[in-house]
């Protein structure tokens, strides 16, 4: 991983024993291991082939790889892999081959396993046609089709594919008019839920099910608590299968992911469902609106500001124990929105926040979670961990404006490697260093490797 997008990129070992008199502002001690793992959240959405209209767009297999990028939602294709492509007419029998398209799916499917990829099967529709079943005949047709659907990618039926992918997540936002328009009501949505979760886990018992893919406001508005409540209720009261919750956050305030992960924890917890997974499947920073070019939208969207927000976010899920994220999303489908939600740029170059991503896939590198604080208490955002040969990697994000003087104590330093994303430059950078004393900049992901 450590060749990817690294300016003057050369293994850069430095002994901590000349210390130059500087006082650090925050001591980083990092002590033995917590007991957990550091999950692999190294998933997007939509990917690897091009986005958008222009025949100039990149594919981003390559690319994808070289970031460290292991999962692939399937929404937000505006076709392929949806349900209103695949199955267009809700009143065609769904035991019938001849009522499904699976044309452009294939094609998108076979590019992800083939990049190396696992697929996460969003079951639903994206942004542009999201049509819910109109009746409960259709909603009856719905659920067979979409256990088709799995049959087709997951055992090979109609020509299909046999993929040994894990999650099946049932809708998108189901408590957005985009995507579930009215009339349709929230029940109708559990209904829908219930009786496909219930149709998948009694034909392929071993896949992991669970949704609704709900909006921010799921946690962070009075009628969002009410309606996820209500949801989880009604599954629990029908004893349908939920391995995960999935939820979706976009804020410029790293501390909303631990608060938003608690409350969902807390809901789960409260009505049963202890052992249920939270998984994050759309995430990443806010701004105005969609196309907003402002100096702020670009910082956070292709800036050191939005990859510090960002890498700040992925540890705090780590902290909070999300099993699995994909970011929202890959790539831009057009040079002339670069403040769209891509972490790469419509012709494959790479954002900041993917230079950050290429940091976290060596992070995950190094599973053994082990105990790290900073003093000042939250200064930083701070994770650390542990490979097989005892090597060391603390992954650190500074997402406020001034820059921070820290030191490292608690780790034996033999030699230390540190990779360093922010606005300085457009690739990952390694900084020289003479002293025990680093410097973070302000809006700056910082990894540190420490050799065993």
Not at 115 to 135: I, Q
Not at 387 to 408: H, M, R, S
Request: hydrophobic share 40%.
């Amino acid at each position: 991983m450590r060749n990817v997008f690294i300016v003057a990129f050369a293994s850069l070992a430095v002994f901590l024993g000349a210390c130059r008199p500087v006082s650090p502002d925050v001591i980083v001690s990092i002590s033995d291991p917590d007991g957990k793992q550091i999950h692999p959240l190294l998933g997007v959405n939509i990917g690897p082939v091009a986005a958008g209209a222009d025949p100039g767009n990149a594919d981003l297999t390559d690319a994808y790889r070289q970031i460290g990028v292991t999962l692939i939602r399937t929404h937000d294709y505006y076709g392929a892999l949806d349900m209103s492509v695949m199955y267009p007419d809700r009143t065609r029998d769904p035991a019938d081959p001849a009522s499904y398209d699976f044309r452009s799916s294939d094609s998108i499917w076979r590019a992800i396993v083939d990049g190396g990829f696992e697929p996460y099967l969003r079951l639903g529709d994206s942004y542009n046609d999201a049509t819910p079943p109109a009746n409960a005949q259709e909603r009856a047709n719905w659920v067979r089709a979409a256990v088709e659907v799995v049959r087709h990618y997951r055992q090979g039926q109609w020509n299909g594919f046999s993929t040994p992918f894990r999650y099946v997540e049932i809708w998108n936002e189901p408590d957005n008019r985009q995507f579930w328009p009215l009339p349709h009501t929230p029940l109708e949505y559990y209904q829908l839920y219930v009786e496909t979760a219930q149709a998948l886990r009694d034909t392929f018992p071993d896949l992991l099910i669970g949704g609704p893919g709900i909006t921010p406001a799921g946690a962070l508005s009075v009628e969002g608590n009410q309606w996820i409540h209500d949801f989880l209720a009604y599954v629990k009261a029908h004893n349908a299968p939920l391995d995960f919750l999935s939820w979706h956050l976009y804020s410029n305030d790293p501390q909303e992911w631990v608060s938003s992960a608690r409350f969902y924890r807390q809901e789960l917890d409260s009505i049963g469902f202890l052992e249920t997974q939270m998984h994050v499947t759309e995430w990443n920073t806010d701004i105005r609106m969609v196309g907003d070019q402002s100096a702020e939208a670009f910082a956070l969207r292709t800036g050191g500001k939005g990859a510090a927000i960002l890498t700040a976010a992925w540890i705090a899920m780590q902290q909070e124990g999300v099993t699995e994220s994909t970011f929202y999303r890959g790539p831009d489908p057009d040079m002339d929105a670069p403040t769209f939600y891509g972490m790469f740029y419509a012709d494959g170059q790479p954002k900041r926040v993917a230079l950050a991503f290429s940091l976290w896939a060596e992070m995950v590198a190094h599973p053994q979670r082990l105990s790290v604080s900073d003093s000042p208490e939250g200064t930083l955002w701070l994770l650390a961990g542990r490979d097989q040969v005892g090597e060391t990697a603390v992954l650190i994000a500074n997402p406020n404006d001034t820059a921070v003087k820290y030191t490292i104590t608690g780790a034996e330093v033999k030699q230390l490697t540190l990779l360093q994303v922010n606005d300085a430059s457009e690739e990952i950078q390694t900084p020289e260093m003479t002293g025990k004393v680093i410097e973070i900049a302000g809006h700056t992901v910082q990894l540190i490797i420490i050799a065993g």
